[in-house]
């Protein structure tokens, strides 16, 4: 048996008429209708059986699509806190069973400790986490977790008195963001951690991280594997191996031998920021595995280098890729 779960950045999906940035014309009846229309003809190409989605400030506008795409006529739509007053959320749709969807904002117990005199400086998600559980095999019984996120971005966070193009105020405006964005995985983490460690229960991130696969802040998500020298217990080893997270683009790329992905361009710059991750229950080599990750799909027909380019980008596609990962149940 095969499931499919995808990850979408919709691009400020909401309704006509209604402004969803203080500097952003609303859409019109028209533009609506064209964004509509494309993110259902996406959803219609990837065929996922879940998918998460960011940056949706209507849930009703969600609803729309999905009913348009025709993917899921009698699953789970919702976007828990998109009332176009509350900024830009997060969105599931599913057509397996799930759970009750909760909308996670405040971070975990634990995250405000200081070191050397230091401590996160940020104690909420800017997009509240999404986590619920999924039936991904009825006949078994079999469920995972899934969280979809959205990360902060690259985009600095300025001080609004300093002049416009101030390069000292750019850098500290990509550093605020960072160690917001930092700040966010470790918490993320602890969400992970708190939901798989100590049991066989497996788990899944979608999202956008708005990082790199191999960033610091992507690996403060996955974790790190222990060495294979480390001389420790195998119940110590087995422990480690119990709390790590599994790129599905590195799955992939390692059995394909190279690599030609990207779900986002910016000023000429190909990456990866959006992400698929797993537990060790979905890892190829872990032999009590119950499933494996065998296909990772981009959506990126799309996107175009605006450096070899004169397009412009207008705002009925997104400017992310879907990606889709294949799930073969075992």
């Not at 050397?116 to 619920?132: E, H, K």
Request: proline share 6%; hydrophobic share 40%; with cysteine.
């Amino acid at each position: 048996m095969d499931v499919k779960v995808g990850t979408f950045n919709v691009l400020n999906l909401a309704r006509p008429g209604e402004r969803y940035y203080p500097d952003e014309a609303p859409y019109s009846a028209a533009e609506y209708e064209k964004k509509a229309t494309w993110i259902a003809g996406q959803l219609a190409l990837m065929r996922a059986d879940v998918v998460g989605f960011q940056e949706v400030f209507h849930e009703e506008a969600l609803r729309d699509v999905c009913s348009r795409s025709g993917q899921f006529p009698d699953g789970t739509v919702v976007a828990p806190g998109a009332d176009g007053a509350s900024g830009p959320r997060l969105g599931l749709a599913s057509r397996l069973p799930t759970e009750p969807v909760t909308a996670i904002t405040d971070f975990p117990a634990g995250m405000d400790v200081a070191v050397d005199g230091l401590a996160l400086p940020v104690g909420t998600f800017s997009r509240p986490v999404l986590r619920t559980r999924v039936v991904l095999d009825p006949a078994e019984g079999t469920t995972a977790t899934f969280f979809v996120v959205h990360l902060k971005s690259k985009r600095p966070i300025r001080d609004p008195q300093a002049p416009e193009h101030d390069p000292r105020e750019e850098a500290l405006g990509k550093a605020r963001a960072l160690i917001r964005r930092a700040a966010e995985a470790a918490a993320l983490r602890f969400l992970v951690l708190e939901e798989v460690t100590g049991n066989a229960q497996p788990a899944i991130v979608l999202g956008d991280l708005n990082d790199g696969a191999r960033a610091v802040t992507t690996d403060i998500i996955m974790g790190d594997s222990p060495s294979r020298f480390w001389p420790r217990d195998p119940d110590d080893r087995k422990a480690y191996w119990d709390r790590l997270l599994y790129s599905a683009y590195e799955l992939t790329v390692r059995r394909t031998g190279r690599d030609v992905s990207y779900t986002h361009i910016f000023n000429g710059h190909y990456d990866n920021l959006d992400h698929i991750l797993v537990t060790q229950e979905f890892y190829e080599r872990n032999p009590q595995r119950i499933a494996d990750v065998v296909d990772l799909r981009y959506f990126n027909d799309h996107l175009f280098d605006s450096q070899l380019s004169n397009d412009r980008r207008d705002r009925i596609a997104s400017d992310h890729a879907q990606i889709v990962a294949e799930i073969r149940l075992r």
